[in-house]
Nanobody, 125 residues
Framework: VQLQASGGGLVQTGGSLRLSCAAS????????VAWFRQAPGKEREFVAVIRPSFGTIYDTDSMKERFTISRDNAKNTIYLQMNSLKPEDTGAYYC???????????????????WGQGTLVTVSS
């Protein structure tokens, strides 16, 4: 499966962005899909995941309050709606997918076989 991430940009603190991850190549509805992000000079970190039979997980309560991960199976697309953005949300955001992942590994980037190219989010203070 090929993933294409888009929707990043420059916003002010408190603004919103909606990231999209479009999949092609295979039926996407059975895949677990996650968003990760990587700030300059830092390691890639888990943001959120959506699972076909087990719902969603967000990394922190703050993300859970401000971000929403969702999917449109008809469009083969996963979204990450981000509201109340903060400067610390700045980074490259990557979507990742797997159809063989075990639930205990969904937060770990090495568990995903397919990756999008990343889309840059910059939040100015």
């Amino acid at each position: 499966v090929q993933l294409q991430a888009s929707g990043g940009g420059l916003v002010q603190t408190g603004g919103s962005l909606r990231l999209s991850c479009a999949a092609s190549g295979r039926t996407f509805r059975s895949y677990t899909v996650a968003w990760f992000r990587q700030a300059p000079g830092k390691e890639r970190e888990f943001v959120a995941v959506i699972r076909p039979s087990f719902g969603t997980i967000y990394d922190t309560d703050s993300m859970k309050e401000r971000f929403t991960i969702s999917r449109d199976n008809a469009k083969n697309t996963i979204y990450l709606q981000m509201n109340s953005l903060k400067p610390e949300d700045t980074g490259a955001y990557y979507c990742a997918a797997s159809n063989t992942i075990i639930q205990s590994s969904v937060r770990y980037h090495f568990a995903y076989a397919y990756w999008g190219q990343g889309t840059l989010v910059t939040v100015s203070s």
